[in-house]
């Protein structure tokens, strides 16, 4: 098999604790262990799909096979790490169980008679027990005894998503290292790397989208952007294919939409919503992402300086257009705004009519008067200084003849308190 035709996770998954990103809290007491020579017989390595764990496992048992181990650095050259790489023919001493297939009391006894023979070759015997939390408790109880007292020449290395359906009485007898998803910031940067490795060019804001769709999992993320870069034409990822793909609403649209939230512009905020709905998006898809549009919002006007150390990876450009929306929105009704559609979002779960529901959430933002609670009161507050300082006017002077205070609808304007009576 070419190297092209082999998916990008295969290709660089990683051959050693130092390769694998995101994991520090779980590869540096390893290869502590390793340097120490204090590896214990049995292991769990538990956490999301996609963040190492099945491949710290094999990293492991090349370490511990290693002519030159048990050492935190493989050599690379001797059989055993030749045969446990990647792309590598696999060791005899080292078998992977897929216990979602073989996680019954048959299949845990064989492995219990396996373990009872010494390695073909190399140091240990080691077995790698992937799915570990589709084992039955009855295949766990037979293999108990052995994972409680096992030869030397045997050790265990157990993979979960779910570690609590590990039974206790197994659970307590392993190390237990969670492993978690990968942060944005080292996961974007390996992601344009291997962009890098791979000679194929990036559009701004690309990766950024790729991040948000992998969900902190190296493996989907690394499976987004393989599927980007096989219909990536010369110039490499472009932005508009990455959105199309991967069922994103267009920057554009969302930025028409903020804007005619700040101008009070309801025609071009329901032509927005038959866009989406007239170009076959989902109109939930479309509410998570304004929602996502809205947050950005709140962090560009919350450090204004700084907005790009939280919003890595956007061009300099949209973070520039974000601080215009900001300013043009307001603290008040843009904190309203989220809170609305994140309700709506709510809502909009199991909806026959999600259209409906865009469309009383489009609603809903734009007419602020129609809630009267400090919140809502706060949002027209904010609409009537932004049209008083649209007309030229300080807020707290009084306002000309035909000034645009003028064109403020009442409804709009909170009440003034009642004198108190003495």
């Known amino acids: ?241 990455a959105v199309a793909l991967l069922g994103y609403t267009h920057a554009s649209l969302l930025d028409d939409v903020v804007e005619a939230v700040a101008a009070s512009d309801a025609a071009t905020v329901f032509r927005a919503v038959d866009r989406v709905v007239q170009t076959g998006h989902d109109p939930r898809r479309f509410v998570e992402d304004l929602l996502e549009r809205f947050r950005d919002l709140i962090i560009v006007q919350a450090m204004p300086e700084s907005a790009h150390v939280i919003l890595r990876g956007m061009p300099a450009d949209q973070i520039a257009r974000l601080q215009n929306q900001a300013h043009n929105l307001g603290a008040s009704e843009l904190s309203r705004a989220a809170d609305v559609t994140n309700t709506a979002l709510t809502e909009m779960t199991g909806a026959t009519s999600p259209r409906l529901h865009l469309e009383l959430l489009c609603a809903r933002i734009l007419l602020p008067s129609s809630e009267q609670t400090e919140r809502g009161i706060a949002a027209r507050i904010d609409r009537v200084e932004r049209r008083l300082n649209y007309g030229g006017n300080d807020v707290g002077a009084p306002a000309p003849a035909g000034a645009a205070v003028s064109t403020v609808p009442a409804s709009e304007v909170p009440a003034a308190a009642a004198p108190v009576s003495e």
């Open 1 to 241: 098999m070419t190297a092209t035709t082999t998916a990008l996770y295969r290709r660089y998954r990683p051959d050693s604790f130092a390769d694998v990103i995101g994991q520090e809290h779980v590869t540096e007491p390893l290869m502590t262990a390793l340097r120490k020579n204090r590896v214990n017989h049995a292991y769990l390595f538990s956490g999301p799909r996609g963040c190492g764990k099945t491949t710290s496992a094999r990293i492991l048992a090349r370490c511990l096979n290693c002519a030159q181990g048990p050492t935190d650095t493989p050599c690379g050259t001797c059989p055993s790490c030749v045969e446990l790489a990647r792309g590598g023919s696999g060791s005899l001493d080292v078998i992977e169980i897929d216990a979602a297939s073989h996680g019954g009391v048959d299949d845990a006894r064989d492995l219990r008679e396996r373990a009872t023979y010494a390695p073909v070759r190399d140091r240990y015997k080691i077995f790698i027990i992937d799915e570990a939390h589709m084992v039955t408790s009855a295949g766990f109880n037979a293999l108990l005894k052995i994972v409680e007292e096992p030869p030397e020449h045997i050790k265990f290395i157990f993979a979960t998503t779910e570690p609590d359906k590990v039974i206790g009485t197994i659970r307590s007898r392993t190390h237990h290292y969670p492993f978690r998803l990968v942060p944005p910031e080292p996961l974007m940067a390996y992601l344009e790397l291997l962009c890098n490795q791979e000679n194929v060019p990036v559009a701004p804001g690309v990766l950024s989208l790729v991040v948000r769709a992998g969900g902190g999992s190296v493996r989907d993320s690394l499976s987004v952007l393989d599927q980007l870069m096989a219909g990536a034409g010369p110039n490499g990822l472009d932005y508009e294919l």
